[in-house]
Nanobody, 121 residues
């Protein structure tokens, strides 16, 4: 069993900052890419950022220059530092990880339960 647990969401004013964390636990042999997605009410889930096992990031144009993704491989944890938040960043944020549970197992996608981020004055 593998679990991804997110934390750090909340209510923040426009221009403010939040830091999300996502920790993977359970039967983990290796973690490849990790990512953050978000889903606003009535909209499709969209990719926000990815980070490879070698810590190479990629960002959606809408968050470039404001969000920073990082990971701690020793802790199986990925972080999302969100600065200069805007009302349009309001969404449920989901953590995703590509995990192999044994050396011979196929890599599978795992998801966290989501954490709400609300940007409002």
């Amino acid at each position: 069993q593998v679990q991804l647990v997110e934390s750090g969401g909340g209510l923040v004013q426009p221009g403010g900052s939040l830091r999300l964390s996502c920790a993977a636990s359970g039967s983990i042999f290796s973690i490849n890419a990790m990512a953050w997605y978000r889903q606003a009410p009535g909209q499709l889930r969209e990719l926000v950022t990815t980070i490879t096992s070698g810590a190479i990031p990629n960002y959606a144009d809408s968050v470039k220059g404001r969000f920073t993704v990082s990971r701690d491989n020793a802790k199986n944890t990925v972080y999302l530092q969100m600065n200069d938040l805007k009302p349009e960043d309001t969404a449920v944020y989901y953590c995703n990880a590509q995990i192999a549970t044994t050396w011979f197992a196929a890599v599978k996608d795992y998801w966290g339960q989501g954490t709400q981020v609300t940007v409002s004055s």
